[in-house]
């Protein structure tokens, strides 16, 4: 039998990432051929990984770019089994490269066409499968989304909250898409706008008020006036419409009045918590 010396061990951990009891293992196994030993290498990789398949991934971190101007921004979450993945520097390689290649490249309409692009002299998808043989651990690219702008990101210190904001025209600073991204989520509401309500949930809604404002003896011709003003509670405290929330900087003023003062409305929202 071949000896396996300690350079030759070391020379197969630099090329393969794989621990080094796995590769003096494997090099024993492959009589000291290192070409067989790579082989070796990913068989049982791949083995370990396939008992991993079942695995919860609840951990994870949520990248986000966003293009000079707030033109468009990218956001993808990579989920993992470990809190200690989660925070490393292998996950945020994988991370940061496909979020700049979702923003930057052709796009991409699911996380598999995101994973079929190329990663130089591989595939994303290539390079995800070669991470999990290096660290044993399951992940996964859990979804992808790209807006287009204007739009404003937030991401919250420990990468598991993250939220864009698309605004309606343009608004006369990026300020303000920034600062409604982080309302969006610190207060998380349900829809953007009022229409977005489900219409049956409304209509019940005033239904029930104008009932209420009857019953209670208030003229006919403030019925509604009455009804109106319950129904910009309902859909602040209720509904949770982001127009109509007080804004988290600035209680005195709705998320819309803030927008309207910038010269812009809201358009749309995506606010994402790792695993929800």
């Not at 990101?153 to 025209?169: E, I, M, P």
């Not at 209670?216 to 011709?221: A, E, T």
Request: hydrophobic residues 40%; proline residues 3%.
């Amino acid at each position: 039998m071949a000896e396996v010396t300690a350079a030759a061990v070391k020379a197969l951990r630099d090329q393969t990432d794989m621990p080094m009891m796995m590769c003096k293992q494997a090099l024993t196994e492959a009589g000291g051929d290192m070409n067989q030993a790579v082989e070796i290498l990913k068989e049982k990789a791949g083995k370990r990984l396939e008992k991993r398949t079942d695995n919860a991934t609840e951990e994870g971190r949520i990248f986000v770019k966003v293009a000079e101007g707030g033109t468009r921004a990218a956001m993808v979450e990579v989920q993992c089994e470990s809190a200690p993945v989660a925070s490393g520097e292998h996950l945020a390689g994988l991370g940061n490269g496909l979020v700049e290649q979702l923003l930057n490249g052709p796009g991409a309409a699911s996380v598999d066409e995101l994973l079929s692009q190329s990663a130089g002299d591989e595939t994303y998808k290539q390079q995800l499968e070669s991470l999990g043989n290096k660290i044993q651990e399951k992940m996964v690219v859990n979804r992808i989304v790209r807006l287009e702008g204007p739009v404003g990101s937030y991401v919250h210190h420990d990468g598991k909250t993250a939220s864009l904001f698309q605004a309606d025209g343009q608004p006369k600073s990026l300020d303000v898409q920034r600062d409604v991204a982080m309302h969006v989520a610190a207060m998380q509401p349900a829809v953007t706008n009022v229409a977005d309500v489900d219409q049956k949930l409304v209509a019940d809604e005033r239904a029930k008020l104008v009932a209420e404002a009857k019953a209670s003896g208030k003229p006919d011709n403030i019925v509604d006036k009455i009804v109106d003003g319950r129904m910009k509670t309902f859909y602040r405290d209720e509904a949770g419409v982001l127009v109509e929330q007080p804004f988290a900087k600035d209680d005195t003023k709705s998320v819309g009045e803030v927008l309207k003062a910038a010269g812009c409305g809201a358009k749309s929202f995506v606010l994402w918590r790792v695993g929800k």
